[in-house]
């Protein structure tokens, strides 16, 4: 079966958990019209939102969504090690004190406090929109990605994969659908979607009929050139 680099973790977060962000959700009152890079665009993406990162009062919400996040993306790596070994040419220390280049064997066969320092050099996470999409109106029909060339510091290119957690389901339709690999994703609580950000997996977000749809997404950034290599001389 040819890889499509799409992944799906299913119970990456408890229905519990899932649930108690969605009563913070309605609690706060702190959604707005969601945002696409051209700004509020209905038409583009019907949905309410709120942006939780670097924000005091959802700090436990941002750390167990990147916690499950990260869990996941080591995951991910194994199947695919190629997605942090083939932007850079990483070396590590072998059992010879000599460094090494990183192959995707090596990559595959770490543990997780052997991998996680080296993925967290390379990678950093991205900002977390919690996002509504009322049912029988809502969605994300415009067929995108998640890379473009937005902002002068080019952070939008720093996106290298894209995520979403599903906080709910009991709705019809609704799916994450990939145009190039012919793909639905249909939400499943606590489900956790991975998949490149570039144009190869232009997706949309197909409008729920029966009920509302609740997620939770950002992208996985590639560390920027300063941080990787040093400010140049």
Sequence with gaps: MTADFIEVFDDALSPDACAAMLE????????????????????LKDSQDISISGREEWR???????????????????????????????EVPGPDGARHRLTPERLQAMDD???????????RPGA?????????????????????????????LHRHLLWTIYLNDGFAQGETEFLYQQRRIA??????????????????????EGGDKFIATSWILFQRAEQLFGKPG
Aim: aromatic letters at 8%; hydrophobic letters at 35%.
């Design 187 to 208: 939400p499943r609580t606590g489900s956790l979607l991975i998949a490149p950000a570039a144009f190869t997996h232009t997706h949309r977000g197909n409008r729920p």
């Design 60 to 90: 436990d919400v941002e750390g167990q969504l990147n916690a499950a996040v990260f869990k996941g993306l080591l995951a991910y790596l194994r199947r695919y090690p190629h997605t942090l070994i083939a932007p850079l040419m990483l």
């Design 24 to 43: 913070r959700f309605a609690r706060s009152g702190e959604a707005l019209p969601g945002r696409v890079g051209g700004g509020v665009m209905p038409e």
């Design 113 to 123: 406090a052997t991998l996680t320092p080296i993925v967290q050099t390379v990678l």
């Design 128 to 156: 977390i929109n919690l996002q509504r999409y009322t049912g029988g109106r809502g969605g994300y029909p415009y067929w995108h990605c998640e890379l473009y060339p937005r902002d002068p510091h080019g952070e939008t």
